[in-house]
T-cell receptor, first 114, second 113 residues
Framework: AQSVAQPEDQVNVAEGNPLTVKCTYS??????LFWYVQYPNRGLQFLLK??????LVKGSYGFEAEFNKSQTSFHLKKPSALVSDSALYFC????????????FGQGTELSVKP | DARVTQTPRHKVTEMGQEVTMRCQPI?????VFWYRQTMMQGLELLAY????????DSGMPKDRFSAEMPDATLATLKIQPSEPRDSAVYFC???????????FGPGTRLLVL
């Protein structure tokens, strides 16, 4: 079965510290992986994606993600967290052969404290 | 700055009433998705279209929900009759192909009393 898991419902980080939001996936074929962020009362905003190439993908707002095929993971990272990074983060994988459908994780609430 | 637009942004209605939500995808995008987000269920895919044809609507309660694309610039999601359990935020997203990024609209916040 194709799926995405975000093992942490919430991640708490102090401002200025590095942050990691975890994601693991299970999918047929080559994975297309995405990260989205959702601020309160807003729609999901695209952060970054991995399709092929370099395993380290850089995205918006200083975020990056590392694709690890052997561990089937795509963790989101940022070297120095900001209070304004506090939001809900979703990992997603494209479902194989289903017309572009994405399978989303349950989301991880990131809280960055001053 | 191309964006997905959704109307209305907020809707309060009474149980049994018809609700219609509209979405304008980004110009040139040929794939449109409808999602529902609730605290309990998280983000659920209801239906999606490619080139205006429905690809999958298995996530939708068929007896009361319907989704259409009358033309390439408009997607609609209707609920008739609405029920309190339909209260949620409904998002539309559009994309330009199978591997392309989905871009989300701001959502319609629906409250059914």
């Amino acid at each position: 079965a194709q799926s995405v898991a975000q093992p942490e419902d919430q991640v708490n980080v102090a401002e200025g510290n590095p942050l990691t939001v975890k994601c693991t996936y299970s999918v047929s074929g080559n994975p297309y992986l995405f990260w989205y962020v959702q601020y309160p009362n807003r729609g999901l905003q695209f952060l970054l994606k991995y399709i092929t190439g370099d395993n380290l993908v850089k995205g918006s707002y200083g975020f990056e993600a590392e694709f690890n095929k052997s561990q089937t993971s795509f963790h989101l990272k940022k070297p120095s967290a900001l209070v304004s990074d506090s939001a809900l983060y979703f990992c997603a994988v494209r479902a194989y052969n289903q017309g572009g459908k994405l399978i989303f994780g349950q989301g991880t609430e990131l809280s960055v404290k001053p | 700055d191309a964006r997905v637009t959704q109307t209305p942004r907020h809707k309060v209605t009474e149980m049994g009433q018809e609700v219609t939500m509209r979405c304008q995808p980004i110009l040139g995008h040929n794939t449109v998705f409808w999602y529902r987000q609730t605290m309990m269920q998280g983000l659920e895919l209801l239906a999606y279209f490619r080139n205006r044809a429905p690809l999958d609507d298995s996530g939708m309660p068929k007896d009361r929900f319907s989704a259409e694309m009358p033309d390439a610039t408009l997607a609609t999601l209707k609920i008739q009759p609405s029920e309190p359990r339909d209260s949620a935020v409904y998002f539309c997203a559009s994309g330009a192909g199978q591997g392309e990024t989905q871009y989300f609209g701001p959502g319609t916040r629906l409250l059914v009393l």
